[in-house]
């Protein structure tokens, strides 16, 4: 399996806070799902791969490319696609006007960028309201629009930060086909608090513990920890609890 | 029957095969629709962002530029009206109003520019390969420019001060960057507004203090060393507060 992303020794620290510590990772191909409880350092850890922050230590690499260098960093932004847990908007701006606009900031070819718009738009179900304004959407669809704008110019990294909320169920079974079909020709990393979400649309995920990586398997293999153990009524809910309670034991002792 | 199918004129005349050859035809529509739909969703951009495609030489910091919020027409019309009654108020009492009110309203637009606190999808931008610093210069300089166009005219409109010629660019640059470096620093555009026209009030009012003229901030030629030193020291101090690793801090602090 080819690397795309590679975390060694990773630390990000806020003031006296440290949230991730001493992280290593190494991602290839596919849907992979961040668990873990709020605090834990997933939207840290996603804005650190995003180069939205620079890491306070260690060393990352992504698509084999450094994103400490200027230039290099440049190039990583090109073939990435982020979706902030809070993203901002132009409330008067079009669906088809943002996604334009960000595809824009993101310098795709600007004889492709219409028809790439288009497809992003088309591809989170959202045809019907590619002229409606922002501030008309609803909190679904504007997650939806946060997808497209990620999508718009087919990203070989894809970061999502709880992709998933604000979306009914019948959206949440169309994303993740999406993501699985996105993970078949790249790498996906998404932050979701949904264990279900990770179940169905995962190839492999990690769970996160007060900045420490304290699981990293299959979703099978995180379901097989809960057996009779955890709490949870689904044995990947079951799994989740197991290894967190896990981690806490661990971390008093 | 006979297949005509491959006889051009034969087609043109037959319905019935050109119904079978249509059948046969590998089309796909969903790339048909995505081509139909960006041509239909698209608007074209407007005169301005043509003319600055061409300036910038990129289509995204264009855009970029015509979402500035103290670019949006409204807000150059209230610039435009705030310094016509100034001109009239100028005609009436002999008062220099214009120069007088032009450092306020670049000072209070530069605030307005760019930045956490005024552009929505400032967290997006910042993991886009076109920097925000980029952004925020060409912004800077667009705002700054037109402010002093609008200013220049209002002032070549009211013969009562020709004579001051521009005296207010220099005091309109330092407030400018008074405005920007507390709005970069504060994350804020409102504590940037406050901040300039605060600070310029003081400026006024101090020289009017000590001269017993209200235009001595604009007529004044001692206070040059002050504006300029002024300027260079919050220009520096606005790089600084712009810097990504300054932004995160405040973040989280």
């Not at chain 1, 999508?151 to 999502?160: A, F, G, Q, T, Y």
């Not at chain 1, 264990?195 to 007060?210: F, K, M, N, P, S």
Request: charged share 20%; aromatic share 4%; with cysteine.
């Amino acid at each position: 399996m080819a690397v795309t992303v590679q975390i060694e020794r990773l630390c990000q620290r806020f003031g006296r806070t440290t949230v991730i510590e001493d992280l290593d990772l190494e991602i290839g191909m596919g849907v992979f799902g961040l668990l873990g409880p709020n605090g834990a350092g997933k939207t840290t850890l996603l804005r650190t791969l995003a180069t939205v922050i620079a890491p306070a230590g260690g060393r990352l690499r992504l698509l084999g490319l450094d994103p400490g260098d200027p230039e290099q960093r440049r190039e990583l932004r090109r073939r990435l696609g982020y979706l902030p847990q809070a993203m901002g908007y132009y409330p008067n701006f079009t669906v088809f006007e943002f996604v334009e606009y960000i595809a824009l900031l993101k310098e795709m070819p600007a004889r492709e960028i219409r028809r790439a718009v288009a497809r992003a738009i088309e591809r989170v179900g959202l045809g019907d309201r590619a002229k409606a304004k922002l501030k008309t959407l609803s909190g679904g669809q504007l997650r939806r629009v946060g997808i497209a704008q990620a999508i718009v110019n087919d990203p070989e990294l894809l970061l999502l930060d709880e992709p998933t909320a604000g979306l009914d169920p019948e959206q949440r079974v169309e994303f993740r086909a999406l993501l699985r079909e996105i993970g078949g020709r790249g790498t996906v990393i998404v932050s979701t608090h949904l264990v279900e979400d990770v179940g169905a649309a995962c190839t492999e995920v990690g769970l996160l513990h007060r900045g420490r990586l304290v699981f990293r398997g299959t979703p099978e293999e995180l379901a097989a920890l809960g057996e009779g153990t955890g709490a949870g009524d689904t044995p990947l809910e079951r799994g989740y609890s197991a290894v967190l309670a896990g981690a806490r034991a661990g971390a008093r002792a | 029957m006979t297949d005509h199918l491959d006889d051009v004129a034969h087609l043109s005349t037959c319905d019935v095969c050109r119904r079978r050859a249509a059948e046969g035809l590998d089309v796909n529509l969903d790339a048909v629709w995505i081509g139909v739909a960006a041509e239909a969703w698209t608007k074209p951009a407007g005169r301005v962002e043509r003319v600055a495609r061409r300036l910038l030489r990129s289509p995204g910091l264009a855009r970029a530029l015509v979402t500035t919020p103290s670019l949006v027409p409204s807000w150059i019309l209230a610039s435009v009206a705030v310094l016509a009654i100034g001109a009239l108020a100028t005609e009436s009492t002999g008062t220099p109003w214009v120069p007088l009110l032009a450092p306020a309203l670049a000072g209070a637009a530069i605030a307005y520019a760019y930045g956490p606190g005024v552009d929505p999808a400032f967290e997006l931008s910042r993991s886009l390969p076109i920097s925000d610093r980029m952004v925020l210069l060409v912004r800077v300089l667009a705002v700054f420019g037109l402010n002093a166009l609008l200013a220049l005219a209002a002032s070549l409109a009211t013969p009562e001060i020709r004579g001051l010629s521009l005296g207010w660019l220099i005091p309109m640059t330092t407030i400018s960057a008074l405005g920007l470096a507390v709005a970069t620093l504060a994350r804020s555009a409102n504590a940037g507004v406050a901040a300039a026209l605060t600070g310029w009030a003081l400026v006024v009012l101090g020289g009017a203090a000590s001269t017993h003229r209200l235009a001595a901030a604009v007529t004044e030629v001692t206070l040059l060393p002050m504006y300029l030193a002024g300027t260079i020291g919050l220009a520096l101090l606005a790089l600084h507060a712009s810097s990504g690793h300054r932004m995160e801090r405040r973040t989280w602090q």
